[in-house]
């Protein structure tokens, strides 16, 4: 398959790493922000063949891990009322909220259904006039275009029953929040190909420039992830902090002009709360005021909601690169994707769920040739009714 095997090449790969070991003189820890790469990385073991003196560290780039715990919470109140039919990928149906999930939701009466395409809930909201239809908008700026297309046509078609329960999230804001910590070891990036092939890299050069980080576009296949880091190293080595787009088949310097339009004209700019992060501000959208009858935030009395985070669990520092998922205590033991404490768990791009998936580490006396396949059952039937990107 074009774009598929031949971004997979083993030999194409150990020469891309004798590269990276031919070049490197000294330690670097460069992060991937997405969490598809942290996937890929994990699957095809890249960390482990690369020298020693690069780290991977595994950044925020899951959009369904750093959703916050009370708009999970004003997810599952809006979803259990009567009248209403919740939509939602499915990423988003074991995430666990102070108590409960969409999954025990729908278990106990809530009409709670994944979908494919927030045009599905248009569609739901069409043939249900007499319903209310909520559709749980969540993702980077990959996921964000199309789900305000179907806030526009719904504004567009009079489908005044049809709201969105908005929580997306932007990558720059992310990359600054995680410079400017004081626990920072971050040297150089791989930045999110998908995420820049809507928006383009305009905002990255004043990054790049302000901390003295190189900020490399990277794909998802093991080849574009190790041109990638191939890319990184060598400025790091030369002392370079520039942006390099190594992902040129998919991603423009412009972007989708497009979707940006599009974008530009539902949502603002808004300030948002990273689950396990804080508050960062501008990095987040919300439906701006012409689209406001669609809110589902505004729509529902869903205030008063307090939350509460597992004692045990530590995806928080997991989602900013001070910790590995298999260094948590709560790993593998009392968190699985069966019962997961956190997002990162369950998620199909989560870390957790990668390291658990692909390698089980720091958990003893488990066998992964065994275990694997219901493993995977686990983490990806959720995700195989739709994911969020």
């Given at each position: 398959?074009?774009?598929?095997?031949?971004?997979?090449?083993?030999?194409?790969?150990?020469?891309?790493?004798?590269?990276?070991?031919a070049?490197?003189?000294?330690?670097?820890a460069?992060?991937?922000?997405?969490?598809g790469?942290?996937?890929?990385?994990?699957?095809?073991?890249?960390?482990?063949?690369?020298?020693?003196?690069?780290?991977l560290?595994?950044?925020?780039g899951?959009?369904?891990?750093?959703t916050p715990?009370?708009?999970?919470?004003?997810?599952?109140?809006?979803?259990?009322?009567?009248?209403?039919?919740f939509?939602?990928?499915?990423?988003?149906?074991?995430?666990?909220?102070?108590?409960r999930d969409l999954?025990?939701?729908?278990?106990?009466?809530?009409?709670?259904?994944?979908v494919?395409s927030?045009?599905d809930?248009?569609r739901i909201?069409?043939?249900n006039?007499?319903?209310?239809?909520?559709?749980?908008?969540?993702?980077f700026?990959t996921?964000?275009?199309?789900?305000?297309?179907?806030?526009?046509?719904?504004?567009k078609?009079?489908?005044?029953?049809?709201s969105?329960?908005?929580?997306?999230v932007?990558?720059?804001?992310?990359?600054?929040?995680?410079?400017?910590?004081?626990?920072?070891r971050?040297?150089?990036?791989?930045a999110?190909?998908?995420?820049?092939s809507?928006?383009?890299?305009a905002?990255?050069?004043?990054?790049?420039?302000?901390?003295r980080?190189?900020?490399?576009?990277?794909?998802?296949e093991?080849?574009?992830?190790?041109?990638g880091?191939?890319?990184t190293?060598?400025?790091?080595?030369?002392g370079e902090?520039?942006?390099?787009?190594?992902?040129?088949?998919?991603?423009?310097?412009e972007?989708?002009p497009?979707?940006?339009?599009?974008?530009?004209?539902?949502?603002?700019v808004?300030d948002?709360?990273?689950r396990?992060?804080?508050?960062?501000p501008?990095?987040?959208?919300?439906?701006s005021?012409?689209?406001?009858?669609?809110?589902?935030?505004?729509?529902?009395?869903?205030?008063?909601?307090?939350?509460?985070?597992?004692?045990?669990?530590?995806?928080?520092?997991?989602?900013?690169?001070l910790?590995?998922?298999?260094?948590c205590?709560?790993?593998?033991?009392?968190c699985?994707?069966?019962?997961?404490?956190?997002?990162?768990?369950?998620?199909?791009?989560?870390?957790?769920a990668?390291?658990?998936?692909?390698?089980?580490?720091?958990v003893?006396?488990?066998?992964v040739?065994?275990q694997?396949p219901?493993?995977r059952r686990?983490?990806?039937?959720?995700?195989?009714?739709?994911?969020?990107?």
């Amino acid at each position: 398959m074009k774009y598929l095997e031949e971004f997979r090449n083993p030999e194409l790969a150990a020469g891309l790493i004798a590269d990276i070991r031919a070049t490197v003189t000294r330690p670097w820890a460069l992060m991937e922000v997405c969490g598809g790469q942290t996937h890929s990385i994990i699957r095809h073991a890249i960390d482990q063949l690369l020298p020693e003196e690069v780290e991977l560290i595994h950044g925020p780039g899951c959009p369904v891990c750093v959703t916050p715990l009370e708009t999970i919470d004003r997810a599952l109140a809006i979803a259990a009322r009567p009248g209403v039919v919740f939509c939602s990928f499915g990423d988003m149906l074991r995430v666990p909220g102070t108590d409960r999930d969409l999954f025990r939701v729908r278990g106990e009466g809530g009409d709670v259904r994944v979908v494919y395409s927030p045009l599905d809930a248009l569609r739901i909201a069409r043939e249900n006039p007499d319903r209310e239809v909520v559709f749980f908008g969540i993702g980077f700026e990959t996921t964000a275009p199309p789900n305000a297309m179907a806030v526009h046509l719904a504004r567009k078609q009079g489908l005044r029953n049809f709201s969105m329960l908005v929580s997306h999230v932007r990558v720059p804001p992310a990359i600054e929040a995680i410079m400017d910590s004081p626990d920072c070891r971050v040297q150089g990036f791989l930045a999110a190909g998908h995420v820049c092939s809507v928006m383009g890299t305009a905002e990255y050069p004043a990054l790049a420039e302000r901390h003295r980080v190189p900020i490399v576009v990277t794909g998802f296949e093991p080849l574009d992830i190790l041109e990638g880091i191939r890319r990184t190293v060598r400025q790091l080595e030369r002392g370079e902090h520039t942006v390099d787009n190594a992902y040129p088949r998919a991603v423009r310097p412009e972007g989708n002009p497009a979707a940006r339009a599009m974008l530009e004209d539902v949502f603002e700019v808004a300030d948002r709360p990273w689950r396990g992060i804080g508050m960062i501000p501008r990095s987040g959208w919300r439906l701006s005021p012409r689209y406001r009858d669609h809110d589902a935030e505004h729509r529902f009395d869903v205030g008063g909601i307090t939350t509460r985070e597992p004692a045990a669990c530590r995806s928080g520092e997991v989602l900013q690169g001070l910790l590995k998922p298999h260094q948590c205590e709560a790993f593998g033991t009392v968190c699985t994707p069966r019962t997961p404490l956190g997002a990162t768990m369950v998620s199909s791009e989560g870390a957790c769920a990668a390291y658990y998936l692909y390698r089980r580490l720091g958990v003893p006396g488990t066998s992964v040739r065994a275990q694997e396949p219901q493993e995977r059952r686990e983490l990806q039937a959720p995700q195989e009714a739709g994911r969020v990107g």
